[in-house]
């Protein structure tokens, strides 16, 4: 049995599901234990959670193996997909993609909307989750209707066209021990699909933005400096854009080339077997 582990447990639950009590983590983390125990190798998708895994179990072997991108993403497929309201967007198009919860800072992220209301910036918000009501209400609040569309969810196949029709996209973790060790999955996505890249988010996938000069980082929580950055890469010519996309993109086929980590696994698998 080989285990991936993409979320930490029972962590995630408790800072994922803002509880603020430690009852059900310490019920989760006998049976979290019990399942890497029966392991006979366990991966991680970040190479920040090796010790917090070690800590729970002994003598595993654990290995870093990271997330991909779907072929849609780095394949250039031509599509005929076309949304009318992404299409009446004006401005610099910040975009965020996927899960609209607790762990997505959302108030950070409005908050720093606010910020830069009087510059030609619009965020684009794909996707649902129990966050969006609250998100809603604080967008009414500030009054940035005219700053920030929430457009719904819509099929993996149709991100591409939302991806080619946006400046920069945006990563947002709250601020949490367990999420700065956390590499959201939308971000090898985002890099093989060569744009600027925006963090609110502390620890690894700021890191990883840094590391390859694919985008601006601010930590969790600090919003004046993630408005300052929107600001910032809405200043850059065309081709400074294009530049840092294509840092991510070279970024991505180094690191988190799909080929490459299945072939990995692939030879992983094959030796689990021989022994």
């Not at 991108?69 to 250039?76: A, D, P």
């Not at 198009?93 to 607790?102: E, H, Y």
């Not at 959201?184 to 933005?209: C, F, H, R, W």
């Amino acid at each position: 049995l080989i285990m991936w582990v993409t979320d930490l447990w029972p962590e995630s639950v408790k800072d994922g599901g803002n509880l603020k009590s430690n009852f059900l983590p310490n019920m989760l983390l006998p049976i979290v234990k019990y399942i890497y125990k029966n392991c006979s190798e366990i991966l991680v998708s970040s190479r920040s959670f090796i010790n917090s895994v070690a800590e729970k179990t002994n003598n595993k072997k654990i290995t870093y193996m990271p997330q991909w991108s779907e072929e849609i993403f780095t394949k250039n497929s031509k599509s005929n997909f076309r949304y009318e309201p992404m299409e009446k967007i004006e401005g610099f198009k910040i975009l965020f993609a996927g899960n609209i919860g607790v762990a997505q800072d959302f108030d950070s992220i409005i908050s720093a909307i606010n910020e830069v209301k009087q510059h030609d910036i619009h965020l684009v918000v794909l996707g649902e989750g129990r966050a969006k009501k609250d998100a809603l209400k604080k967008v009414e609040e500030y009054h940035l209707t005219n700053s920030i569309s929430f457009l719904g969810s819509f099929p993996l196949e149709t991100m591409p066209y939302f991806f080619s029709k946006s400046d920069a996209l945006l990563i947002s973790l709250k601020k949490s021990n367990i999420f700065s060790r956390t590499i959201p999955s939308k971000t090898q996505p985002y890099m093989s699909s060569g744009k600027p890249i925006l963090t609110n988010a502390d620890g690894e996938v700021s890191q990883i933005i840094s590391e390859s000069e694919c985008g601006l980082t601010a930590n969790s929580g600090d919003y004046k400096t993630l408005s300052k950055n929107m600001v910032k890469l809405s200043r850059l010519s065309n081709f400074e854009l294009k530049s840092m996309g294509n840092n991510g993109k070279r970024y991505y086929e180094n690191n988190f080339n799909r080929e490459k980590i299945l072939a990995s696994l692939e030879k992983r698998f094959h030796e689990a077997i021989k022994k």
